[in-house]
C-alpha cells in the first residue's frame, strides 16, 4: 500500500501564501509532491459589478511561502 504524501483533501487551510499573493480560508482539494489543488472563495469586483467567485487554484510547491493550517487567537 502507497504512503499518502501532502495534505489531505477537505483539510481547511486557514492562509496559503505565495511570493505575489495569500488566499485565505481554502479547501485542499488534492496535494501531492508537485503541488497544491484548493479551493478558495473571493470576492470579485468587475465593472461595477461585485460577486463572490468559487476559484480552484493548482499552485506548484516551490511557489508557496508557507501554508498556515490553524490560528488561535487568546
Known sequence: ????????VGVKIKEIATKDHSYTNC???HSDGIGL?????RTVSEG???ENVVS??????????YVL?????T
Not at 1 to 8: D, I
Not at 37 to 41: G, K, M, N, P
Not at 69 to 73: D, P
Open 27 to 29: 479547501t485542499v482539494l
Open 48 to 50: 461595477g459589478t461585485i
Open 56 to 65: 480552484q487554484v493548482l499552485v506548484p510547491w516551490v511557489n508557496i511561502n
Open 37 to 41: 489543488v484548493f479551493e478558495v472563495q
Open 1 to 8: 500500500m502507497a504512503t499518502p504524501t501532502g495534505l489531505m
Open 69 to 73: 493550517l490553524v490560528e488561535e487567537r
